[in-house]
């Protein structure tokens, strides 16, 4: 972790040790580096401000519940909530209480308190530097099995960051709240070996930020149970780690943390994959495909001028997961279905998985060899994981041999059958395995991004998160299945903002028109969730808009020809923006900035846009409102500046909510920033 910050400079150099005084008494340093003071009331460390940071103050009372109160010019931008610094011990949470005494070296301010434990305290170390310090505490006297960080949400405005969020409401397959504390988060899983896509990020409309340094499994709370609280728990007992962050706007923390993990080293997409759209068979079929069907199914797609790059084979197409061939009665033919697929002018691609079931022929030859990860409880056997296809046990990455003998056998399928590139599902590492020679959840989504890093993955992207690693890789990154209906395109819009601003700009939401087994969905949901997605990085598609089948009934679904018509235009309007969008992702490359970000990232004043989780900015000049929505109109707020209303050719002035905008089937509103980089090169695509 990165602890000094270079707008710091030296400023800790000059600070004087100190100890526990009474009451008024305050310690200096030098007039432009950190204070610490002591009140009748609370302890105070004051930052100024410096050449590009705004300075602030963290205050802990010295009476009550210890508490830490972070200001900024004077007003609260973070503040503890009740039981603020909590320990599990004995199987019974604890608190610290009272702050009893406090002391300063080396630039390291020390805080210790009582606790509803007795025989035991807390101790709490703050490091300032310019723009953050660092909260690091554990406790004295008795082992944890827990520590618990909690915030009162409402101090700092509206929360935002986290990635794909476990919620009461369907999270994350029909709901993604936005902001966060707009409903219920509760995720007790929340790790580097989880599926979703999290990061231990989080920032707020305040300008505050917090990210939890651990590669242990955290279980997250914001709002659980309606309490108005964000509980940052980490399920071990040893030094609770956390970086507090203070800015001027929500985009100058979020660049602090990328300050951090990393910006993306690539782009692990082409410019032919951000223009056109990757058909994939999931949605469409499911588990019911062969070779027949999927060739019916590319078929269609071209001759109905529904363009695309690559047609990707999904799930069902091995003889058992894990053997790494062909189901002979599904594909008679491979090499033949996949000489069909070039010629009409897509890639071909196949879904593959790093878990094997223990009825594939290669789970006991991988067994045998100890290519597979082990069990944590019993470290002599394989660990075994139960998934959506059976049981299965996983390949470890960490062991050399181990994945030389995967790649040579995905080698050998795609020189084959002329296999162009990969999809790869499921997670690289499971918390009911072990590590290998001392690799963490961490090591492995490394080990992961290394492994895809290899491959053409299509548009598809892989689903590694949590550390540098993942970060730099520069993935596109596919969201978790989405359901069919209207929440479910609303949540891959807000989702989509939440993972862009925790790290990942290289987004694209679930299939277009959603998948999770659930019915086809309606011609409305498809057309708006193409439209949609023809305003974000990446086009990822499935169902198709000619005809598919509703796979709860078996009962084929067949579109009107509007909506052949409307979904060939989103796809088109995508492909006209593909030169704007690639600047996008050149930027994102300089910077770490994302591509689709929230109004507020580029209007911090406009405090209406801090609660907009229906529009985005696609880069700086292009402002996306889709209706995700049955409705006939919606209303659309624009922020400060000049737009461009693409439907009606008028110019804008903003600030400005427009009331009952209108959105027949055939319009998706979208406006261009005229003042904007990028403006001219959106309104040729756009016009």
């Given at each position: 972790?990165?602890?000094?910050?270079?707008?710091?400079?030296?400023?800790?150099?000059a600070?004087?040790?100190?100890?526990?005084?009474?009451?008024?008494?305050?310690?200096?340093?030098?007039?432009?580096g950190?204070?610490?003071?002591?009140?009748?009331?609370?302890?105070?460390?004051?930052?100024?401000?410096?050449?590009d940071s705004?300075?602030?103050?963290?205050?802990?009372?010295?009476s009550?519940?210890?508490?830490?109160?972070?200001?900024?010019?004077?007003?609260?931008v973070?503040?503890?909530?009740?039981?603020?610094?909590?320990?599990?011990?004995?199987?019974?949470?604890?608190?610290?209480?009272?702050?009893?005494g406090?002391?300063?070296?080396?630039?390291?301010?020390?805080l210790?308190?009582?606790?509803?434990?007795?025989?035991?305290?807390?101790?709490?170390?703050?490091?300032?530097?310019a723009?953050?310090?660092?909260?690091?505490?554990?406790?004295?006297?008795?082992?944890?099995?827990?520590?618990d960080?909690?915030?009162?949400?409402?101090?700092?405005?509206?929360?935002?960051?986290?990635?794909?969020?476990s919620?009461?409401?369907g999270?994350?397959?029909?709901?993604?709240?936005?902001?966060?504390?707009?409903?219920?988060?509760?995720?007790?899983?929340?790790?580097?070996?989880s599926?979703?896509?999290?990061?231990p990020?989080w920032?707020?409309?305040?300008s505050?930020?917090?990210?939890?340094?651990?590669?242990d499994?955290m279980?997250v709370?914001l709002?659980?149970?309606?309490?108005?609280?964000?509980?940052?728990?980490?399920?071990?007992?040893?030094?609770?780690?956390?970086t507090?962050?203070?800015?001027?706007?929500p985009?100058?923390?979020?660049?602090?943390y990328?300050g951090?993990v990393?910006?993306?080293?690539?782009?692990?997409?082409?410019?032919?994959?951000?223009k056109?759209?990757?058909?994939n068979?999931?949605?469409?079929?499911?588990?019911?495909?062969?070779?027949?069907?999927?060739?019916?199914?590319?078929?269609?797609?071209?001759?109905?001028?529904l363009?695309?790059?690559?047609?990707?084979?999904?799930?069902k197409?091995?003889?058992?997961?894990?053997?790494?061939t062909?189901?002979?009665?599904a594909?008679?033919?491979?090499?033949a279905?996949?000489?069909r697929?070039?010629?009409?002018g897509?890639?071909?691609?196949?879904?593959v998985?790093?878990?094997?079931?223990?009825?594939?022929?290669?789970?006991?030859?991988?067994a045998?060899?100890?290519?597979?990860?082990?069990?944590?409880a019993?470290?002599?056997?394989p660990?075994?994981?139960?998934?959506?296809?059976?049981?299965?046990?996983?390949?470890?990455?960490?062991?050399?041999?181990?994945?030389?003998?995967?790649?040579?056998?995905?080698k050998?399928?795609?020189?084959t059958?002329?296999?162009?590139?990969l999809?790869?599902?499921?997670?690289?590492?499971?918390?009911?395995?072990?590590?290998?020679?001392?690799n963490?959840?961490t090591?492995y989504?490394?080990?992961?991004s290394?492994?895809?890093?290899?491959?053409d993955l299509?548009?598809?992207?892989?689903?590694?998160?949590?550390?540098?690693?993942?970060?730099?890789?520069?993935?596109?990154?596919?969201q978790?299945?989405?359901?069919t209906?209207?929440?479910?395109?609303q949540?891959?819009?807000?989702?989509?903002?939440a993972?862009?601003?925790?790290?990942?700009?290289?987004v694209?939401?679930?299939?277009i028109?959603?998948?999770?087994?659930?019915?086809a969905?309606?011609?409305?949901?498809?057309?708006?969730?193409?439209?949609?997605a023809?305003?974000?990085?990446?086009?990822y598609?499935?169902?198709?808009?000619?005809?598919?089948?509703?796979?709860?009934?078996?009962?084929?679904v067949?579109?009107?020809?509007?909506?052949?018509?409307?979904?060939?235009?989103a796809?088109a309007?995508?492909?006209?923006?593909?030169?704007?969008?690639?600047?996008?992702?050149?930027?994102?490359?300089?910077?770490g900035?994302?591509?689709?970000?929230?109004l507020?990232?580029?209007?911090?004043?406009?405090?209406?846009?801090?609660?907009v989780?229906?529009?985005?900015?696609?880069?700086?000049?292009?402002?996306?409102?889709?209706?995700?929505?049955?409705?006939?109109?919606?209303?659309?707020?624009?922020?400060?500046?000049?737009?461009?209303d693409?439907?009606?050719?008028?110019?804008?002035k903003?600030p400005?909510t427009l009331?009952?905008?209108?959105?027949?089937l055939?319009?998706?509103?979208?406006?261009v920033?005229?003042?904007?980089?990028?403006?001219?090169?959106?309104?040729?695509?756009?016009?």
């Amino acid at each position: 972790m990165r602890i000094f910050s270079r707008k710091f400079g030296c400023l800790l150099a000059a600070a004087l040790t100190v100890t526990f005084l009474p009451s008024t008494a305050a310690h200096g340093s030098t007039a432009q580096g950190p204070r610490v003071s002591q009140s009748a009331g609370a302890v105070t460390l004051d930052v100024p401000p410096g050449h590009d940071s705004p300075g602030y103050s963290v205050s802990v009372p010295t009476s009550g519940q210890l508490a830490l109160i972070t200001r900024r010019s004077g007003h609260t931008v973070l503040a503890t909530g009740a039981d603020a610094l909590r320990f599990r011990s004995g199987g019974t949470w604890q608190h610290a209480t009272t702050l009893t005494g406090w002391s300063r070296r080396g630039g390291v301010l020390t805080l210790t308190a009582d606790t509803t434990l007795a025989g035991t305290r807390v101790e709490a170390r703050l490091t300032p530097t310019a723009d953050r310090y660092q909260l690091t505490w554990n406790v004295k006297g008795v082992q944890a099995t827990s520590l618990d960080l909690a915030y009162d949400l409402s101090a700092s405005g509206h929360w935002y960051g986290h990635g794909e969020t476990s919620t009461p409401a369907g999270g994350p397959y029909t709901d993604q709240p936005w902001p966060l504390d707009a409903g219920r988060v509760e995720q007790e899983d929340f790790s580097a070996a989880s599926y979703q896509m999290v990061d231990p990020f989080w920032y707020t409309e305040s300008s505050a930020g917090l990210y939890v340094d651990t590669g242990d499994t955290m279980d997250v709370s914001l709002n659980g149970g309606g309490d108005g609280l964000g509980h940052f728990t980490v399920e071990s007992g040893g030094t609770y780690k956390a970086t507090v962050f203070v800015e001027s706007t929500p985009r100058a923390v979020y660049r602090d943390y990328i300050g951090i993990v990393g910006k993306p080293r690539q782009s692990d997409a082409t410019y032919e994959q951000y223009k056109k759209p990757l058909w994939n068979s999931w949605a469409q079929f499911y588990t019911n495909v062969d070779q027949e069907r999927l060739l019916d199914y590319a078929t269609k797609l071209h001759d109905n001028g529904l363009d695309g790059h690559t047609i990707q084979l999904d799930d069902k197409w091995e003889s058992n997961y894990g053997n790494m061939t062909f189901d002979p009665k599904a594909y008679p033919d491979p090499k033949a279905m996949s000489d069909r697929i070039h010629a009409l002018g897509y890639d071909f691609g196949l879904w593959v998985t790093l878990w094997i079931n223990l009825d594939s022929a290669n789970y006991q030859y991988a067994a045998d060899h100890d290519y597979l990860l082990h069990d944590a409880a019993d470290p002599t056997k394989p660990c075994t994981v139960t998934w959506w296809n059976g049981t299965a046990g996983i390949v470890d990455l960490a062991n050399p041999e181990a994945k030389a003998w995967y790649q040579g056998n995905l080698k050998k399928l795609m020189d084959t059958y002329d296999v162009d590139g990969l999809k790869f599902d499921t997670r690289f590492f499971d918390d009911h395995c072990a590590g290998r020679d001392g690799n963490t959840r961490t090591d492995y989504q490394r080990l992961g991004s290394e492994l895809a890093d290899a491959y053409d993955l299509q548009g598809a992207g892989i689903r590694v998160h949590w550390g540098k690693a993942a970060h730099e890789s520069g993935f596109v990154i596919r969201q978790i299945d989405k359901g069919t209906g209207w929440n479910s395109l609303q949540a891959s819009v807000s989702q989509n903002l939440a993972l862009s601003t925790i790290g990942y700009p290289f987004v694209e939401t679930d299939m277009i028109g959603g998948s999770s087994g659930q019915p086809a969905p309606t011609k409305e949901v498809l057309v708006r969730w193409a439209q949609s997605a023809s305003y974000m990085p990446l086009m990822y598609a499935s169902t198709s808009p000619v005809e598919t089948t509703d796979w709860t009934t078996g009962q084929k679904v067949d579109y009107d020809q509007q909506t052949v018509d409307l979904y060939r235009e989103a796809i088109a309007r995508h492909e006209r923006l593909a030169p704007y969008i690639w600047d996008q992702v050149q930027n994102a490359l300089r910077t770490g900035d994302p591509i689709v970000r929230p109004l507020f990232f580029d209007f911090p004043q406009d405090r209406a846009s801090y609660t907009v989780a229906d529009e985005w900015l696609l880069g700086p000049a292009v402002l996306a409102a889709p209706n995700l929505t049955s409705a006939p109109d919606r209303d659309i707020h624009l922020p400060p500046g000049k737009w461009y209303d693409v439907s009606h050719g008028t110019t804008i002035k903003g600030p400005k909510t427009l009331k009952a905008y209108a959105t027949p089937l055939t319009v998706t509103p979208a406006f261009v920033n005229l003042s904007a980089k990028g403006a001219v090169e959106a309104l040729r695509a756009l016009r």
